[in-house]
């Protein structure tokens, strides 16, 4: 048997077939004028257009990044740049938790690239790609090595079968691959019985950005250390590292509680049919070369890690027979098929556990590996093919998943005529009929939309997403018909978008709302009204009528007549009563996050401040005078604070108890990582030498 390289050689054996794949698979990126980019979906959004439609995209399934998290992105790249915690993203839903969704994964390194390389977002966004598969590509290789003690050759095929599974090559632009890398580590980990390194790849596993993937790989280390290493010492590494990513998570865990996800959500399984993959690479087709006929999701039923890999894994097990490394990989395998038979059968929960088949994929790499090492002492001339056959064959069965993209189409800018839309919105919102404002891609045409697209959604949220359709389809909430126009206005949307062929009701609704039309030029594929007197987007009302719940103020509110200065609240709301006729003037200045400061002129009687901001738990006030105060809901779900009389300004911003009380786990975590290392240095300074056995 050939020597085992040195860990720092495996390191760069990883590193090499990284930098291979990456180069076989994206010719023209990295370095390069391409970009990896799914942002081709926007050219076809509506906000994107000047004139015709410019074409159809190219991968129709992988519409996520662009129309889901490129938001969610552009908010948390901003709050990181100015040095704030992206806590609060006023772009959707009336405004909805940012770190509190999960997927915003503000400390993976591929947000931080872009944070660090405003200038350059393509290279940024290459150099996330770059990342994702040198992590996966190094961590198995270092698992291989540590697994089988074994020559080059096992461990650059292990690498090249990591690099083009099926899970990292369908997801790689979402949060699902940037925590999926990291489960390579997390068993390196356990294999190593490392304290630290244990409560690192935890961390790094916590802020990964996807919490179902999370629970996936989560539960696959659980089953190797309940078979493999049943070592406490990478037990409390593991607790080091979740409390060091409390932060990131107990906000999560937080918006979990108070949302719809637990009832409403459900997991999904695997069509059964899209087995046949095993079988065959693409049996079914592909969305992008418009031959897919399957059924189900096309993205779970990826399962092939490539031809060659698929023959060397089989030859690696049938050649057992006399192995020490027998009972390792024919549980591997074991693994490999209940988590198969779990994805078609489905799990309980709210996780997509259809993906689990996906994920596990990437354990070919062990019995692939093994049988390059039976390859090489069978066929010691011609090694060298060996990986390259896996590379060639994995990323010919996944070439389609992804595309590069001229740098100018990465990221494209809005169409010339939605600055008329933007004009008129000013302040306040929009709301489109159908897809014709798709959440959350308004906001990356600078409009923020009343509804959203994100998870999880909380009840309050569901709530008044009901009020705007009452059939929801969460968790983007497309409205069928426009809600009644004493809701919109309350919530402040100034602007109505709708299709051509939506335009007839729409224009009804618009003349008996007493809305006008909006001219936008004749390129625009959109039509679009105004509200000529918006209302403002914070005031004071003197005036409260108690209502018992949440939804039957919300339906007090879709009433027309009713003014702003009479507000709907519940029954440990105040109780007000005046004689005023009109809503009290505020002026709001705003951070355009999770921080606004308000101020009006000095109060004769008591108030209630109101805000059209969707109310959340964390939402804390601090009057003028140095006094705190708590926020309420009110008007079914927006933001508002009783004023005492006198005063005459107040600061309001958003910390969730999650993000307090995570940075205080923040604390206990690095102190039981420095009681961790230290005892790891002492056991290891006082373990006695071990004497390896002559050749």
């Known amino acids: ?34 970009v990896v980019s799914a942002d081709d979906h926007l050219s076809v959004h509506p906000l994107f257009q000047d004139g015709e439609e410019r074409g159809r995209v190219t991968h129709p399934h992988l519409s996520d990044p662009a129309l889901q998290f490129a938001a969610l992105d552009q908010r948390t790249i901003e709050a990181l740049r100015a040095g704030r915690a992206p806590l609060w993203n006023p772009d959707l839903y009336g405004g909805a938790p940012l770190l509190g969704d999960a997927q915003s994964r503000p400390l993976s390194p591929v947000t931080l690239l872009r944070v660090l390389l405003p200038k350059f977002p393509g290279m940024a966004q290459d ?11 190094v961590g198995v290789a270092l698992l291989t090595r540590r697994l089988f003690d074994c020559g080059i050759t096992p461990i650059i095929t292990a690498s090249a079968v990591a690099v083009t599974t099926p899970y990292l090559s369908v997801w790689m632009l979402h949060p699902h691959a940037s925590t999926f890398v990291w489960l390579p580590w997390c068993l390196y980990a356990l294999e190593c019985g490392s304290f630290p390194l244990m409560a690192f790849v935890t961390a790094g596993l916590c802020t990964g950005g996807h919490p179902g993937t999370l629970a996936h790989v989560g539960g696959i280390s659980a089953a190797w250390w309940l078979f493999r290493s049943r070592s406490w010492r990478t037990v409390l590494g593991a607790c080091s590292g979740i409390l060091l990513a409390a932060p990131i998570w107990m906000p999560f865990w937080e918006q979990v509680g108070r949302s719809t996800t637990m009832t409403a959500r459900v997991g999904g399984t695997l069509e059964p049919t899209l087995l046949l993959d095993l079988v065959w690479p693409g049996w079914w087709g592909h969305p992008a070369t418009e031959t897919w006929t399957g059924q189900g999701a096309w993205a779970d039923g990826q399962l092939h890690p490539g031809l060659a890999a698929m023959l060397f894994g089989l030859m690696g097990l049938l050649g057992l027979r006399a192995s020490n490394h027998r009972g390792l990989l024919l549980g591997v395998t074991a693994g490999m098929l209940l988590a198969t038979v779990a994805s078609v059968l489905g799990l309980p929960g709210p996780i997509a556990h259809g993906r689990l088949a996906s994920v596990v994929a990437v354990g070919w790499c062990l019995p692939t590996a093994y049988g390059a090492m039976a390859g090489t002492r069978r066929w010691p001339q011609v090694w060298w093919l ?6 060639a064959t994995g990323t010919a069965a996944r070439w389609s998943d992804q595309h590069t993209r001229p740098g100018s189409d990465h990221a494209p800018e ?70 009644p126009a004493p809701l919109l206005e309350w919530w402040n949307v100034r602007v109505v978008l709708a299709f051509p062929d939506q335009f007839e009701a729409t224009a009804h609704w618009a003349e008996t709302s007493g809305w006008e039309p909006l001219e936008l030029s004749d390129a625009a594929p959109l039509h679009a009204w105004r509200n000529p007197t918006p209302g403002p987007s914070a005031w004071l009302a003197g005036t409260t009528v108690p209502l018992r719940t949440p939804d039957q103020a919300l339906r007090w509110l879709t009433r027309a007549g009713r003014s702003r200065h009479i507000l709907p609240v519940e029954p440990d709301g105040p109780r007000l009563e005046s004689d005023q006729t009109e809503p009290g003037p505020v002026t709001r200045r705003w951070d355009g996050a999770s921080k606004m400061e308000l101020s009006w002129e000095p109060l004769e009687h008591d108030a209630l401040l109101v805000v059209a901001e969707s109310w959340a738990p964390g939402w804390r006030a601090r009057l003028a005078d140095g006094s705190t105060g708590r926020p309420i809901r009110v008007g079914g779900n927006a933001l508002g604070l009783s004023i005492p009389s006198g005063h005459a300004g107040a600061t309001l911003y958003y910390r969730p108890d999650g993000w307090i009380r995570g940075q205080q786990l923040f604390a206990v975590g690095c102190i039981l990582l420095l009681v961790g290392v230290g005892a790891s240095r002492k056991h290891r300074h006082s373990a006695p030498p071990r004497h390896l056995p002559q050749a």
């Open 1 to 34: 048997m050939s020597r085992s390289p040195t860990t720092a050689r495996t390191v760069l054996l990883g590193l090499a077939v990284a930098i291979l794949a990456m180069g076989i698979r994206f010719p023209g990126a990295l370095p390069g004028p391409r």
């Open 127 to 137: 150099l996330g790609v770059a990342w994702l598969f040198t992590w996966l590509s």
């Open 386 to 391: 060996l990986p390259l056959m896996i590379l």
């Open 414 to 483: 809005p169409a010339s005529w939605v600055s008329a839309i933007q004009a008129a919105a000013h302040e306040g919102r929009v709301l489109g009929v159908d897809w014709a404002a798709q959440p959350n891609t308004a906001a990356l045409a600078g409009l923020r939309d009343l509804r959203g697209y994100d998870l999880p959604v909380s009840t309050d949220t569901h709530r008044l997403m009901t009020a705007l359709s009452p059939r929801p389809r969460g968790p983007w909430y497309p409205v069928d018909t426009l809600p």
